[in-house]
């Protein structure tokens, strides 16, 4: 398809995280928040968007939590039994996609951890996604100073310090042709290539993936602390369009 209007675009939310990292009984994307839940947050923002034909959530397994969630009977929201890897999810999720879309359609991958996500940043990452061939992701400039460091007998080294005018860090959602996305993904599975993102496994194939900036409070919900971040961003993004 050539024409950007007749292409549509699905979203993949990552929701099959047990929780272990935050050291917690619940999964960090069922931690209550705001008036809902940090899942309910994170797919909010595509189910207010006009261009998004349908979402899919990826789950654990053994995830009995969604079936409460009101948001499940949504008839935009379809869920998928995740995998043992971020990347084995995606592409479980994908291929409930696939089986919706067309090959050249778009697909944005999010995490479920996000709950922060503007309206603005989703709308300007699918208007800038539509209007090419290559991957787009969001992504906000490093304001700390890195080091790159080295473990040695004595424990962890700073081996060098990092240029942070080169240095984003990725946010999501990230947005690919579904099939490119399907393909790297699958490349990346079959050869043991352990990616972090979807850029990556993007990269990994020799595909080009354009960036743009989007809003540093976009934040990943990782320790039990960021959940006070998220209320505190979320209202303060309710104040404002409120005003």
């Known amino acids: 398809m050539s024409n950007s209007d007749h292409q549509r675009c699905w979203a993949i939310v990552c929701a099959a995280g047990s929780g272990r990292r935050m050291e917690m009984d619940i999964p960090k994307q069922y931690l209550p928040l705001k008036n809902s839940t940090v899942l309910e947050e994170s797919l909010s923002c595509f189910l207010h968007h006009p261009q998004i034909a349908g979402v899919v959530v990826a789950l654990h397994a053994d995830d009995h939590r969604w079936p409460s969630l009101k948001i499940s009977t949504d008839p935009r929201v379809q869920n998928v039994v995740g995998g043992d890897t971020r990347a084995r999810s995606v592409v479980n999720a994908l291929e409930r996609v696939r089986s919706l879309a067309e090959q050249e359609d778009f697909v944005l991958v999010h995490d479920a951890a996000r709950p922060c996500l503007g309206y603005e940043d989703l709308d300007r990452l699918i208007t800038e ?3 090419g061939e ?28 990092l240029d942070r005018s080169l240095l984003w860090k990725a946010l999501t959602p990230q947005m690919f042709r579904v099939g490119v996305l399907h393909k790297a993904l699958q490349f990346c599975i079959e050869n043991d290539r352990e990616v972090t993102d979807d850029a990556s496994a993007v ?33 303060q993004v309710s104040k404002s369009s409120q005003s």
């Open 203 to 235: 990269e990994a194939i020799g595909q080009p993936v354009r960036m743009i900036r989007g809003r540093s409070d976009n934040i990943k919900v990782t320790r039990p602390e960021d959940i006070q971040l998220a209320e505190s961003i979320l209202l």
């Open 129 to 131: 996604g539509l209007g």
């Open 134 to 161: 290559d991957g787009v992701i969001l992504a906000s400039p490093v304001h700390d100073t890195v080091k790159q460091v080295r473990t040695s007998d004595g424990g962890q080294e700073v081996e060098r310090t």
